[in-house]
């Protein structure tokens, strides 16, 4: 079983719509958590990070973290064909930037 | 100020050559992490350097890797007598400090191995 679980998609939204891309993992001892987008034939960016339980907002993005049932949501509004890209989550057990990817979600926002 | 930078953007070894992987790290930043990211999977951690340190290699398969980040000049991922299995992109990152919490490690756009 990998650490990290992920649905590849790919998934293809119409411009506007709201996208929901998740995460499950098995180590409770996961306390950071991150998404990352990657443009193709590029490296990772840091989108959202959260510590622990909670939600975090930033501009149209949300992320969530459900810590008691190990489950991690990234919420787009308002999606751009810009926004078309593979989103990873990652999380990470202590405080050091040893990362823990899922897989990768693939997204495409027709325009 | 420049990005993480990494060469070559593409390799081609054949099976049983060597392959080195280059990372410069952004300026100012002193600890170094390598990750691989094999097709249609996620990245996977492999090593994790400050200068002239390994801190954590427990990533690194135990032959034929190996890695170094030197007091001068660009951190190195050595991969010796390469097969078709290392075929992958190795993707680098960069940090001010270690910790999660304070800093955001920044990737380059990685080195794409092909092994023929």
């Known amino acids: 079983q990998k650490e990290v679980e992920q649905d590849p998609g790919p998934l293809s939204v119409p411009e506007g719509a709201i996208v929901s891309l998740n995460c499950t993992y098995s180590n409770s001892a996961f306390q950071y958590f991150m998404w990352y987008r990657q443009y193709s034939r590029k490296g990772p960016e840091l989108l959202m990070y959260?510590?622990?339980?909670g939600n975090k907002e930033d501009g149209r993005f949300t992320a969530q973290v459900d810590k008691s049932s190990k489950y991690i949501s990234l919420f787009i509004r308002d999606s751009q064909p810009s926004d078309s890209a593979t989103y990873l989550c990652?999380?990470?057990?202590?405080?050091?930037?040893?990362?823990?990817f899922g897989s990768g979600t693939k997204l495409n926002v027709k325009p | 100020n420049a990005g993480v930078m990494q060469n070559p953007r593409h390799l081609v070894r054949r099976r049983g050559q060597e392959a080195r992987l280059r990372c410069s790290p952004m300026?100012?930043?002193?600890?170094v992490y390598w990750y691989r990211q094999l097709p249609e999977e996620g990245l996977k951690f492999m090593v994790y350097l400050q200068k002239e340190n390994i801190i954590d290699e427990s990533g690194m398969p135990k032959e034929r890797f190996s890695a170094e980040f030197p007091k001068e000049g660009p951190s190195i991922l050595r991969i010796q007598q390469v097969v078709r299995g290392d075929s992958a992109a190795y993707f680098c990152?960069?940090?001010?400090?270690?910790?999660?919490?304070?800093?955001?490690?920044?990737f380059g756009q990685g080195t794409r191995l092909t092994v023929v």
């Open positions: 959260t510590y622990s339980s």
């Open positions: 300026k100012g930043h002193s600890h």
């Open positions: 990152a960069s940090s001010l400090t270690g910790q999660t919490m304070n800093t955001e490690a920044f």
């Open positions: 990652a999380m990470s057990e202590n405080n050091f930037n040893k990362f823990y």
